[in-house]
């Protein structure tokens, strides 16, 4: 079983900048598709961003152009750096990650297969 812990969360001013960090339990899940997910409260979840076995990224295009996926194999960490945050990407933040594919297909539609247990993202504006 795969556990991924998301950190780096927290409360920030509209414009500003956080990295999350999202640490996993085994190493060789960096073969296959990561991402990141977001819900915010009652709405339905959305994809925020991927990279496949190969470092391919992929973003939704809410935040493309202002978000950053990126991935650490030797520190067994995914990230997401986040600059000029605007109010609507207050959510809760999810990574996830795939159990066999190297690639991400339409990820933001179908999801993953493994999930942690979120971090949080307010936005103050």
């Known amino acids: 079983q795969v556990r991924l812990l998301e950190s780096g969360g927290g409360s920030v001013q509209a414009g500003g900048s956080l990295r999350l960090s999202c640490t996993v339990s085994?190493?060789?899940?960096?073969?296959?598709?990561m991402g990141w997910f977001r819900q915010a409260a009652g709405k339905e979840r959305e994809g925020v961003a991927a990279i496949d076995g190969d470092g391919r990224p992929s973003y939704g295009d809410a935040v493309k152009g202002r978000f950053t996926i990126s991935k650490d194999t030797a520190q067994n960490t995914l990230y997401l750096e986040m600059n000029n945050l605007k109010p609507e990407d207050a959510a809760m933040y999810y990574c996830?990650?795939?159990?066999?594919?190297?690639?991400?297909?339409?990820?933001?539609?179908?999801?993953?297969?493994?999930w942690g247990k979120g971090t949080l993202v307010t936005i103050s504006s």
């Open positions: 085994i190493s060789t899940s960096f073969r296959y598709c």
């Open positions: 996830a990650a795939d159990a066999s594919s190297t690639v991400c297909g339409a990820w933001w539609k179908n999801g993953l297969d493994y």
